[in-house]
């Protein structure tokens, strides 16, 4: 079936300095236009009051691209950009229009390397893949071409969450067993990720999977797959917190501490102006101000208590890193572009959780921690944003939200989940080392990323693509958060960050493994593990 409104017509010269720098405005990255088809102008901004529009990224929905992409036009897109040595980085389709628009226009989005693609040679690259699109009767879908690269985002026991009223909640998610752990390779602390998700063996070992370049450097001449198949064998330990995630946490507590006794301060000079009379107010009113004062310090008073000994004891019993080491990897395949019938990333490590970092009591199983800083009412409605989809999600009591099951290959492609607008789009969060709990949209087509590496050889692999909520939300991943588990609004595996793309970080899209593929190749290596999680007393 073809698209319903056909245009073939190009813009007939290249674009000048200004749209290329604005032409994406409001999005992470700030990525730099190269060509585009399509007549419709860009429109300089003019006069006192005028400002650029901000644009964001939308998933595509139903559309008849979707039939033709995956398995036929990527690939005779790739042979173009091929056939005229263009060095491009990734092949996503979006949708990208005005923040404020109801419905925004399909685009073949072509990232090329940064200072590699000429703007003249650039349009009739996206001439000759629109004159592609219209021949499979796509005629309603424009191509643009952009500077975008692709990232690896690689930037004692574990404690039991406590409850949202104890003010350490949110500063102690990091020590918990929840998802999202910072961690690093102990021999390399400079390198740091995210830990992705849970599995457990027949034996009740537990395990934590994230991705291989988290935990081993990035290199083809050291690239083989990686077994620890006994205790006499050397390990490759595996750290909560690098170098750097550990300053910024003891930074961030003592923060908190500090903010604290300004509170104080103010509260009690808050106070004494009451109980003075200092400020014009009647009896009752400065009975009832000084009331309030001394109820905060009281609450700041106690709250202070808290974050001081959650410092001591993690200054005295964490510092050291031999002392923050949770486990070893066991196996680790090598990584490999175009893994399996599918083609994805195969970029994964196993790592052994030592029994003595963690018991059944503290252990909260595949589980995310969302935390006190997006309300219960906010975090359903940016979840759930049609009615419609939640009539059966509850809120969790304790803040954990528990993950069971896995989003297959065809929810990925064909969601059953409505956003806002009534169209289908898989609505997904996730919590990592760097950006935190963020929430984001799945795009239901998926992404082609080229590897470029240092022997000269190019690989391209398939990608699952997610893009920001929306312009205000903030990038859904950035550097550090590799390895992070992608999780969807029904509480599913989805699957692994292993990558960004954009022109800078915060990057514009996150590239993710599905959850599925991992679980199959841990069970063609002889792996019988579930992501049903569990430990016993």
């Known amino acids: 079936m073809a698209s319903p409104k056909s245009t073939t017509s190009s813009l007939p010269h290249p674009i000048s300095d200004l749209e290329a720098k604005h032409y994406y405005h409001g999005l992470y990255s700030k990525p730099v236009l190269i060509a585009r088809t399509g007549n419709d102008p860009w429109e300089r901004p003019t006069g006192l009051w005028s400002y650029l529009r901000p644009k964001e990224l939308r998933t595509v929905g139903n559309h008849p691209l979707k039939a033709v992409w995956e398995d036929n036009l990527a690939f005779q897109i790739h042979d173009i950009l091929e056939s005229k040595g263009v060095e491009w980085t990734s092949t996503d389709v979006a949708r990208i229009g005005f923040v404020e628009e109801s419905v925004t226009p399909v685009r073949i989005w072509i990232g090329v390397k940064p200072n590699t693609l000429s703007r003249e040679d650039g349009l009739t690259v996206a001439k000759e893949c629109k004159q592609l699109l219209v021949a499979n009767k796509i005629l309603d879908v424009e191509v643009e071409i952009r500077e975008s690269v692709v990232t690896r985002y690689i930037s004692t026991k574990l404690r039991k969450p406590v409850r949202s009223i104890d003010p350490t909640a949110e500063l102690l998610e990091p020590l918990t067993s929840t998802l999202g752990p910072f961690i690093c390779n102990a021999s390399t602390p400079w390198a740091e990720g995210t830990g992705g998700f849970y599995v457990t063996d027949d034996k009740s070992n537990l395990y934590l999977v994230t991705a291989r370049h988290v935990v081993f450097k990035q290199d083809q001449d050291n690239n083989d797959m990686y077994e620890c198949k006994n205790s006499s064998e050397p390990r490759v330990d595996i750290a909560l917190f690098g170098t750097a995630a550990f300053t910024n946490y003891v930074k961030q507590i003592k923060h908190v501490i500090e ?127 049609q009615h419609t989809n939640s009539h059966t999600f509850k809120y969790p009591a304790n803040r954990l939200f528990k993950v069971q099951g896995m989003v297959l290959d065809k929810e990925m492609r064909h969601p059953t989940i409505m956003d806002e607008n009534g169209g289908p789009c898989l609505l997904v969060m996730k919590r990592g080392n760097t950006t935190g709990l963020t929430v984001g949209r799945a795009n239901d087509i998926l992404s082609f990323v080229r590897n470029y590496f240092d022997n000269g050889e190019t690989k391209t692999s398939k990608e699952w693509a997610i893009y920001p909520y929306d312009n205000r939300s903030g990038p859904f991943a950035a550097k550090g958060d590799s390895g992070s588990a992608i999780v969807d609004c029904l509480g599913r595996l989805g699957g692994l960050i292993t990558a960004g793309g954009g022109l800078t970080d915060p990057s514009d899209i996150t590239y993710a493994t599905p959850i599925s593929f991992i679980t199959g190749s841990l069970k063609a290596n002889g792996y019988k593990v579930t992501t049903e999680a569990t430990l016993t007393a």
């Not at 997006?374 to 359903?380: A, L, T, V």
Request: aromatic residues 8%; proline residues 4%.
């Open 259 to 385: 903010a604290q006794n300004v509170k104080i301060e103010f509260e009690e000079r808050r106070a004494k102006e009451a109980a003075e009379g200092d400020n014009g107010m009647d009896i009752d009113e400065a009975m009832e101000e000084h009331a309030d004062a001394e109820r905060l310090i009281t609450e700041a008073k106690d709250a202070t208590v808290a974050f001081e000994k959650l410092y001591d004891d993690v200054v005295k019993g964490w510092s050291n890193i031999e002392n923050r080491v949770l486990g070893f990897v066991v196996f680790s395949p090598p990584i490999e572009i175009r893994a399996g019938p599918n083609n994805y990333t195969q970029d994964y490590a196993l790592i052994r959780i030592d029994s003595s970092k963690i018991d059944a009591a503290s252990f909260t199983g595949n589980a995310i921690d969302l935390g006190t800083k997006i309300p219960s009412h906010k975090f359903r409605r940016l979840m759930f944003p």
